[in-house]
C-alpha cells in the first residue's frame, strides 16, 4: 500500500466571485484526493489516512469502526487458530520409533564332562605283599660288633635233705646255662624289606628283662602269615641244644635255624641256612625248644616266624603283631 511521508502543499482555491444579491454560497467539498475527515490529501488507492487514520471512500473502513472491528475479528480467529494448532502439536505424543532386538545365536561349545576320578580310601597302614623268595641270596656286609662272652658254667648239684634212714644224697642232672649274649648281638632279620617303623628294638628281646620285648608288625595284606624273625650273631661257632622262648602272643609258628657262614645269609632259603628245629607252635608265653645236630657248630641263629595266632592278625587300620620277650641260647654239652 503506498503512503506519503509528507503532507502535498494545498493548492490555492480560485477567487470567487463576487456575491451577488442573488447567489448563494455553494457548501465545501472535499478536494479529490483528500481525507473526507480532515481534508487531507490521499494518493490514488492509499486506503488510509496518515494523518488522521481515516478510511479512505470506498475502502474497508468505510464502515467506520465496523471494518477496524472486521480485521479485529479476522486477527483474532487467526491467532486463536494458530493457538489452537500449536497446543494440538505439543499436546500430540511424538510416535516412538520401534527398537528392533535382533538375537544372534551362537553357537555352544560342548559340554566336557570333567574326567572321573576314582576315589579309593587311604590306607592306614601301609599293606605290603611278600616278594617272591629269591632262588639266591646275596651276602650283605656285617657291621662289626662287639665279641660274644660265654660262661662255660655249669649249674651246681643241689642235695636233697637226707633221709632219717642215713640213705645216701641223690644228685640232680646239671643243667647248662644260658650263653650270655651281647647287648648288641640280636638284629632284625627282615630279608623282604618290610618297613622299618613295624619292628621293635632287637636289644630287648636279650636284655634279661622278660616284661619288654622284640615285636613285630602284622602284614595286614598277608595275615595271618609271616615272613620275618630274629636273628643271633653268637660271634663264633657254638654247639647248640635248645632254645628258650618266652612271648607275649602265645599260639605263632616258629622254625629254627642256624648258620654256620662268616657272613649272615641274605634270605632264609639260603643253602647257608639249616633248619634244625622242627616246625613249632608256640601254645604257651613259656616254650623250649630242642635243636637237631647238636654236635654242628654254628655261628647265627635265626629265630624265624611264619604265622601270627588268630588274636594278632588285626585289621588295616590297627595291624596286630607278635612279640618275643626274651630268648635265650642253651649250649649242648
Excluded at 448563494?24 to 492509499?46: D, V, Y
Aim: charged share 15%; proline share 13%.
Amino acid at each position: 500500500m503506498a503512503t506519503q511521508l509528507a503532507d502535498p502543499p494545498h493548492e490555492q482555491a480560485p477567487a470567487p466571485a463576487a456575491p451577488g444579491p442573488e447567489a448563494t454560497a455553494p457548501a465545501p467539498q472535499p478536494a479529490a484526493g483528500a481525507c473526507e475527515k480532515c481534508g487531507a490529501r490521499m494518493s490514488p488507492g492509499q486506503d488510509w489516512c496518515l494523518q488522521c487514520g481515516a478510511g479512505a471512500p470506498g475502502s474497508m473502513s468505510g464502515g467506520g469502526w465496523r471494518g477496524l472491528a472486521g480485521v479485529l475479528a479476522a486477527t483474532a480467529v487467526l491467532v486463536l487458530g494458530a493457538a489452537a494448532a500449536g497446543y494440538a502439536a505439543l499436546s500430540k505424543k511424538t510416535p516412538r520409533t520401534p527398537v528392533v532386538t535382533r538375537t544372534v545365536a551362537q553357537a555352544t561349545p560342548p559340554a566336557t564332562s570333567a574326567p572321573v576320578v576314582p576315589t579309593t580310601p587311604a590306607p592306614v597302614t601301609p599293606l605290603t605283599k611278600p616278594p617272591k623268595i629269591p632262588l639266591t641270596a646275596s651276602t650283605p656286609k656285617t657291621s662289626p660288633t662287639t665279641p660274644i662272652v660265654t660262661t662255660p658254667t655249669t649249674t651246681p648239684t643241689t642235695t636233697p635233705s637226707g633221709s632219717n634212714t642215713g640213705g645216701s644224697n641223690a644228685s640232680e642232672e646239671k643243667q647248662p646255662e644260658a650263653l650270655l649274649l651281647d647287648t648288641n648281638a640280636a638284629s632284625t632279620y627282615n630279608p623282604y624289606n618290610y618297613p622299618a617303623e613295624w619292628f621293635g628294638d632287637p636289644s630287648l628281646a636279650i636284655d634279661g628283662d622278660n616284661t619288654t620285648g622284640w615285636s613285630a608288625q602284622v602284614n595286614p595284606a598277608s595275615a595271618p602269615n609271616l615272613a620275618e624273625g630274629l636273628v643271633i650273631d653268637l660271634k663264633s661257632s657254638h654247639r647248640l641244644t635248645a632254645v628258650k622262648l618266652i612271648t607275649g602272643t602265645p599260639g605263632m609258628n616258629v622254625q629254627v635255624y642256624g648258620s654256620a657262614a662268616k657272613t649272615l645269609p641274605a634270605s632264609i632259603v639260603d643253602p647257608a641256612w639249616v633248619p634244625i628245629s622242627h616246625l613249632v607252635v608256640v601254645k604257651k608265653r613259656h616254650a623250649r625248644i630242642g635243636l637237631r645236630n647238636k654236635s654242628k657248630a654254628y655261628r647265627f641263629l635265626a629265630l624265624w616266624i611264619s604265622r601270627a595266632p588268630a588274636s594278632s592278625v588285626g585289621t588295616p587300620q590297627a595291624p596286630g603283631k607278635v612279640t618275643v620277650d626274651e630268648l635265650e641260647l642253651l649250649p649242648a654239652k
